[in-house]
DNA sequence: GCCAAAAGTGACACGAGTGTCACTTTTAGT
DNA sequence: ACTAAAAGTGACACTCGTGTCACTTTTGGC
C-alpha cells in the first residue's frame, strides 16, 4: 500500500501533506492504511449508483471499508471534495483508453472499438448525470476539480466528433443526424438496464445491429 | 377544489376519512384546501427528478406548496406512502393512454402512437427507476401500493408485447432480436437528453430514423 | 527504547429531516 | 350565532449525517 504513486493517492494528499518530503525516498513511514484509495473509489462507484448523489453518506463508506468516520475526513474535507475526486479518477482513465480511438485509421474499427469501451464502462454514463447534480461550491479544491471534470468532458467529446465526422467523411454515417444525437444514442443506448437477464452476447450484439442499422426490416 | 373527486382525492382519503359520508351528498365541507392533489403530485415528479429519491424531502414539497410540513402528513403517512401514490397516479395515467395502442391495427400507426406517447412523457422511464429504489416497506398501504405499481408495470409490458408480437408478425421487426431490447431501445433512447438544444423536431425525427432504419447509410 | 509522523478512533456539538399532536382556523349547515 | 368537521400550524422529541478534535495506535528510523 504505501509503494502506491498512483494517480489517486496524488489527489489525495493534497490537503494533508506529509511533513516528511514525500512516501518515496527514506521518509517516516508511520503506520499502515486499512484501506485504499482504489478500494474507497470501487466503494463510492457502487454506493452512488445504488443510492444516488444525495443518498451517499460519509457513514455507508466508512461500514463499507470498516473503517470509522472520521478517518475518511482525513483525506477528503466533505463528499464533495471526495465525490469530484472521484469522478476525476474514473474519467481519466476512462479518456486514456479513448485516446488510443485516434490511433485506428478507418471508420469501422473506430465503431467496434468505441462500442466496447462504452460498453465495458458502462456505468460512466450514469455517473455523469449524478455529477451533474455536485452543488456548485465555495471550496477552493471542488471548485478546481468540477472545472477539471468540466475540460475533461470536452476533451471526452471532442474525441467522439472526431469519430463521427470520419464516418462522415467515410460516407458511413448518415449525413443528415446531428452529431450529438449519434454520440447521444450510443450512449444511452449501452446503458439499457438488461432487467430480463439476456445472454450478454446476444444483447450487445442486438444492440449493435439496431444503432448501426435499426430494428425494421428492409423491405 | 371541494369538488374534485378526481382519481387522486380516492386514493388520498384512504387514511383521513372524513366522518361524513363523503364529500358529494350534503356533508358539511369544512375549510377550503390550500393546494390541490394535482398540484403536489406536479411538484413531487419536479423534486423527484431533480434530486432523487434520497433528496426528495417533506420539507422541500412543503416549502414549494407553500404549506407546513405538518398539513402533508393529514393525506400520507411518510415519504414511501406518497411517492407510491404519485407512482400509480402517473402510471394510471400513461396506462389509460398506452391502452388505445389496441386501437390501431397496423404496425405502422402503431408504433407512431408508441414513440409519440413515450415521447410525450419522457420522464416515466427515469420515475420507473426511481421508484425501483423505494425501499419494501412494514406499512400495509405502502406494500399494496407497491403490488399494484407492479401489476400496472407488467401490464404496460404486456401491451408493448403485443406491439412487437405484431410487428414481427407483420414482418416489419427484425425477428432476430429479443422482444425486451426493442423494447428497452424505444425507452430508453427517449430519455435521451437533449444538452445541447438541438430543435425538438429534428431531435424526434432523428431518433426515430435511428431506431427504425440505423446510423449507417446503406451502401 | 524513544521519537516523529501519519493512520485511525470516538465523543461532541450542530443542523436537518421525521412523525406526532394539541391547538387554531375556516367552512357550511342548522 | 353555534357547531361539527376537515384543513392547517408550529412546537417537541427523536434520529441521522456532518465536521472537528484531542487522543491513541502503529510504524520505521535513529
Sequence with gaps: ????????SIIMMQKNRPRVTLMDGGGIMARERKFSTEELFQYTKQLLLEHGYEGFTFSLLAERLEISRGAIYKYFENKEELITDFMLFEMKYFLAELKEIAELNDFDRQFEFLFELIFRNREIHQ???IGRQIPSSL????????QNLEK?????YSYMQNFVTLGKGENKLKPHIPDVVVLGIIFQTIAIPNHFGIPQDLWVQSIKEIISHGMFTNK
Excluded: P, Q, W, Y
Aim: no cysteine.
Design 139 to 146: 471550496n477552493e479544491k471542488v471548485r478546481n476539480n468540477t
Design 152 to 156: 475533461m468532458h470536452l476533451e471526452m
Design 1 to 8: 500500500m504505501h509503494r502506491d504513486g498512483s494517480f489517486a
Design 127 to 129: 455517473l455523469i448525470e
